[in-house]
């Protein structure tokens, strides 16, 4: 598999390592302020192009990889308030975008475990909820993709849980708490609290590997299934693996 780097620092350099262990050659890498290489002959061979960049500039990477037919997965927070528009951009081309907030597998195990607990949580109003994410300070981004992610896990499985903010909060709105410290690969915390005492379910990501191995393997399951087009998610692959 030929794969096209956008985003060349410290995700994109594990992202490279993975691959090339795996088998893969990465034929162009395209960091800040290189634009042109999407013009190149070498990008133009790509497989698949893998995006880890900013939010500011995630969206206008998707056209520029789509426009030249290649499928993207990406792995950028912070833009999905423009979701709508990528959708249609997206189903305009008939191209395939693969977008996850976290492609840790753990992390995607914790997600059903949080959907789960928010269902039993249900008949138990007494208990609130609320988040906490931790991430190295060069993560600009709040509340973390995956922590949002998490929160709409929760909305749409308790009914008593409307929504989240960042400040404030009530019965019916979940506070979702960001720190940024050192080169904390990812933390993610919920807690459902009660007069008497709390349950809680954490994630800790040891390292950025579990997030670039799954990158890959992403990347892996588009190239193999040019036929699925629109935008996909981990939920998407893992279902279609085997896992329910």
């Not at 008593?160 to 904390?184: A, P, S």
Request: with cysteine; glycine share 10%; aromatic share 8%.
């Amino acid at each position: 598999m030929k794969i096209a780097l956008i985003g060349y620092g410290k995700m994109g350099h594990a992202i490279e390592r993975f691959a090339l262990q795996r088998g893969h050659e990465i034929v162009c890498r395209i960091d800040a302020g290189d634009s042109g290489a999407f013009d190149s002959p070498e990008f133009a061979s790509a497989d698949v192009a893998i995006e880890f960049t900013m939010p500011s500039a995630a969206v206008g990477n998707f056209a520029c990889a789509l426009e030249k037919g290649i499928p993207v997965v990406s792995g950028t927070t912070g833009w999905t308030a423009e979701m709508p528009q990528v959708e249609k951009m997206v189903a305009d081309m008939d191209a395939t975008l693969f977008w996850s907030s976290n492609f840790s597998i753990g992390v995607n195990l914790f997600m059903r475990v949080n959907a789960f607990l928010a269902g039993i949580m249900e008949g138990f109003p007494q208990y609130g909820v609320s988040m906490k994410e931790i991430h190295h300070i060069h993560k600009l981004d709040h509340p973390s993709g995956t922590a949002i992610t998490l929160a709409e896990g929760i909305i749409a499985n308790n009914s008593h849980i409307k929504g989240w903010t960042e400040t404030g909060g009530d019965e019916t709105t979940m506070v979702i708490e960001h720190q940024r410290q050192g080169e904390v690969p990812g933390t993610h915390i919920v807690s459902w609290q009660s007069p008497v005492d709390a349950i809680t379910i954490e994630h800790r990501a040891f390292s950025r590997d579990g997030f670039a191995l799954g990158a890959v393997v992403a990347a892996e399951w588009v190239v193999a299934h040019p036929e699925r087009k629109g935008v996909l998610s981990m939920g998407d692959m893992l279902k279609e693996m085997g896992a329910s």
